[in-house]
Nanobody
Framework: QVQVVESGGGLVQAGGSLRLSCAAS????????MGWYRQAPGKPRELVAT???????NYADSLKGRFTISRDNANNTVYLQMNSLKPEDTAVYYC??????????WGRGTQVTVSS
């Protein structure tokens, strides 16, 4: 099993920044991709960004340029730097760790609230 724990959420004013962290532990061997997803009230969960163990990144088009994902493979940690935050970025942010063959692990989420 893999445990995924997010941290770093909170309340920030529009235009501000936050950095989320996600640590994976347990049977972390063969984790290929880690990433961030978010879910706003009344909306489906959506992709924010992912990063492979080799450093290849993928972003939601609408977030490119404001959000940056990075990964520390040695510590099995992935980060999400969020800049120029907007009220519409308010959501619960979930970390995901994916192994081959569709095996995925999710954290419990961390709340990000952006006030106008």
């Amino acid at each position: 099993q893999v445990q995924v724990v997010e941290s770093g959420g909170g309340l920030v004013q529009a235009g501000g920044s936050l950095r989320l962290s996600c640590a994976a532990s347990g049977s972390i061997f063969s984790i290929k991709t880690m990433g961030w997803y978010r879910q706003a009230p009344g909306k489906p969960r959506e992709l924010v960004a992912t990063i492979t163990s080799g450093g290849n990144t993928n972003y939601a088009d609408s977030l490119k340029g404001r959000f940056t994902i990075s990964r520390d493979n040695a510590n099995n940690t992935v980060y999400l730097q969020m800049n120029s935050l907007k009220p519409e970025d308010t959501a619960v942010y979930y970390c995901n760790a994916a192994k081959p063959w569709g095996v995925q692990y999710w954290g419990r989420g961390t709340q990000v609230t952006v006030s106008s």
